[in-house]
T-cell receptor
Framework: DQQVKQNSPSLSVQEGRISILNCDYTNSMFDYFLWYKKYPAEGPTFLISISSIKDKNEDGRFTVFLNKSAKHLSLHIVPSQPGDSAVYFC???????????FGAGTTVTVRA | DAGVTQSPTHLIKTRGQQVTLRCSPISGHKSVSWYQQVLGQGPQFIFQYYEKEERGRGNFPDRFSARQFPNYSSELNVNALLLGDSALYLCAGTRGTVLSPLHFGNGTRLTVT
């Protein structure tokens, strides 16, 4: 059962513009959400996280928004840079459990 | 500090064989988790160990087993390999506190022929 869904398999954006990645979840027990970035031949790298007690968390060019009522979160990258071209995974878990549930990923391509 | 190291990086096995994958977490990380990533999908949870004890197991058959050693390194064993076991196997460590994120290694690419 896919508890975390990323419905857009790919996203193409021009350098300098905003990238918006979306993620939906179905498990209401999830209370901690993370985004990971993955380059080819490398493992996923932690990017940013948000607890369910917040609705926004910002770290430099990356901002994650959480809408608990809609069970939806999004990652905004502003401005997008060529080095941001990668696969982005949304992940979620319950804070009492170390198991992470991942979405299928969104491949972001930043065009020069 | 060295990151999470996994060995080998690539492996080719034949159906029915057995495989052992190894992982060393970042120093100070006492919890190790294993994930399987099939092409086109996100990582799927297999096991989690903390202080050498299994704390969680995903929906994988008993052919999959793991253990954690006193130095917190870990091994993942898969018996009676099937073609469908071909995947990237990722190991991740964490300090073990509730909100500490997982730090992944680069994975072992297993191909079963």
């Amino acid at each position: 059962d896919q508890q975390v869904k990323q419905n857009s398999p790919s996203l193409s954006v021009q350098e300098g513009r905003i990238s918006i990645l979306n993620c939906d979840y179905t498990n209401s027990m999830f209370d901690y959400f993370l985004w990971y970035k993955k380059y080819p031949a490398e493992g996923p790298t932690f990017l940013i996280s948000i607890s369910s007690i917040k609705d926004k968390n910002e770290d430099g060019r990356f901002t994650v928004f959480l809408n608990k009522s809609a069970k939806h979160l999004s990652l905004h990258i502003v401005p997008s840079q060529p080095g941001d071209s990668a696969v982005y995974f949304c992940a979620a878990r319950n804070s009492n459990d170390y198991k992470l549930s991942f979405g299928a990923g969104t491949t972001v391509t930043v065009r020069a | 500090d060295a990151g999470v190291t996994q060995s080998p990086t690539h492996l080719i096995k034949t159906r029915g064989q057995q495989v052992t994958l190894r992982c060393s977490p970042i120093s100070g990380h006492k919890s190790v988790s294993w994930y399987q990533q099939v092409l086109g999908q996100g990582p799927q949870f297999i096991f989690q160990y903390y202080e050498k004890e299994e704390r969680g197991r995903g929906n994988f058959p008993d052919r999959f087993s793991a253990r954690q050693f006193p130095n917190y390194s870990s091994e993942l064993n898969v018996n009676a390999l099937l073609l469908g076991d071909s995947a990237l196997y990722l190991c991740a460590g964490t300090r073990g506190t509730v909100l500490s994120p997982l730090h992944f290694g680069n994975g072992t690419r297993l191909t079963v022929t």
